[in-house]
Nanobody, 119 residues
Framework: QVQLVESGGGLVQPGGSLRLSCAAS???????????MRWYRQAPGKERESVAG????????NYADSVKGRFILSRDNAKKTMSLQMNSLKPEDTAIYYC?????????WGQGTQVTVSS
């Protein structure tokens, strides 16, 4: 059974940086590339929104307009991990960040990690 575990959340001041990681387990490294992974976030009182996504096989990425130029998505196929480097963080980036994988491995979500941007 595929599972996703997020890490790297925390409290950071405005303008600071954080790096989130999402580790996948339970699936073969040989089929990891047959999926798309994505970070979503949900702030209090708001709907969950897509932040950034990556086609694992092709390595192509896409970003929400609100994070373009500040967030960078990467993956390590051998380790079955995806990372989100978040720079120039703003208070409006505060949310629970969720990792998702969609494709050959099904539709699986992580438990979420809290990111708080505050002085």
């Amino acid at each position: 059974q595929v599972q996703l575990v997020e890490s790297g959340g925390g409290l950071v001041q405005p303008g600071g940086s954080l790096r989130l990681s999402c580790a996948a387990s339970g699936g073969s490294v040989y089929t990891f590339s047959r999926n798309v992974m994505r970070w979503y976030r949900q702030a209090p009182g708001k709907e969950r929104e897509s932040v950034a996504g990556i086609n694992i096989g092709a390595g192509t990425t896409n970003y929400a307009d609100s994070v373009k130029g500040r967030f960078i998505l990467s993956r390590d196929n051998a380790k079955k991990t995806m990372s989100l480097q978040m720079n120039s963080l703003k208070p409006e980036d505060t949310a629970i960040y969720y990792c998702n994988i969609l494709g050959l491995w099904g539709d699986v979500w992580g438990q979420g990690t809290q990111v708080t941007v505050s002085s």
